[in-house]
T-cell receptor, first 116, second 109 residues
Framework: DAGVTQSPTHLIKTRGQQVTLRCSPK?????VSWYQQALGQGPQFIFQYYEEEERQRGNFPDRFSGHQFPNYSSELNVNALLLGDSALYLCASSRPGPGRLGDTQYFGPGTRLTVL | GIQVEQSPPDLILQEGANSTLRCNFSDSVNNLQWFHQNPWGQLINLFYIPSGTKQNGRLSATTVATERYSLLYISSSQTTDSGVYFC???????????FGIGTKLQVIP
């Protein structure tokens, strides 16, 4: 049973560019959340997708957008990259159904983004 | 949303020693999770523990929801326990999860 997978593993971009990160949830999961983890900090919630819609969003600008596909996989897009966007981007999936505060989240290995 | 505070921020242990990590949260929670992040960045869920005590091998966790704190116990620590330990709780509905800043643990041989 494959866990949460993310691609690419590492990515280097320059300021102003756009980036797309990808996530496939754990088998049987249909809810995907994205987090940004800056160096030395805890993960910060970006947004959550369920049924191909953004269900909830953290305090991130509109430059951060996402998408969920019918197979539950998800993309995170960041436009007009800033130096401060350099971070580890984590994807987490959980079992079916929104609003289930008790559900365990399973995290992928992350994508390390460096913006030069 | 809730605020999550963790202590201590850093901890160095001799292999075989025991330790207790603490997580305080600003509001009542009905869901608290402990995670371990290894040196390669992988986050592993250790416990989902809204209340009570759970044990998994050398690790155990206790949450006292009425007093808004949770403790993670590590017994007979091993070098593989090194990494950062995070607690996290729900914030703002659904599964929006707020993380603490973590406790960085280093276990030395």
């Amino acid at each position: 049973d494959a866990g949460v997978t993310q691609s690419p593993t590492h990515l280097i971009k320059t300021r102003g560019q756009q980036v797309t990160l990808r996530c496939s949830p754990k088998s049987g999961h249909d809810t995907v959340s994205w987090y940004q983890q800056a160096l030395g900090q805890g993960p910060q919630f970006i947004f959550q997708y369920y049924e191909e819609e953004e269900r909830q969003r953290g305090n991130f600008p509109d430059r951060f957008s996402g998408h969920q596909f019918p197979n539950y996989s998800s993309e995170l897009n960041v436009n007009a990259l800033l130096l401060g966007d350099s971070a580890l981007y984590l994807c987490a999936s959980s079992r079916p159904g929104p609003g289930r505060l008790g559900d365990t989240q399973y995290f992928g290995p992350g994508t390390r983004l460096t913006v030069l | 949303g809730i605020q999550v505070e963790q202590s201590p921020p850093d901890l160095i242990l001799q292999e075989g020693a025991n330790s207790t990590l603490r997580c305080n949260f600003s509001d009542s929670v009905n869901n608290l999770q402990w995670f371990h992040q290894n040196p390669w960045g992988q986050l592993i869920n250790l416990f989902y523990i809204p209340s009570g005590t759970k044990q998994n091998g050398r690790l155990s966790a206790t949450t006292v929801a009425t007093e808004r704190y949770s403790l993670l116990y590590i017994s007979s620590s091993q070098t593989t326990d090194s990494g950062v330990y995070f607690c996290a709780g729900p914030s703002g509905g659904y599964q929006k999860v707020t993380f603490g800043i973590g406790t960085k643990l280093q276990v030395i041989p």
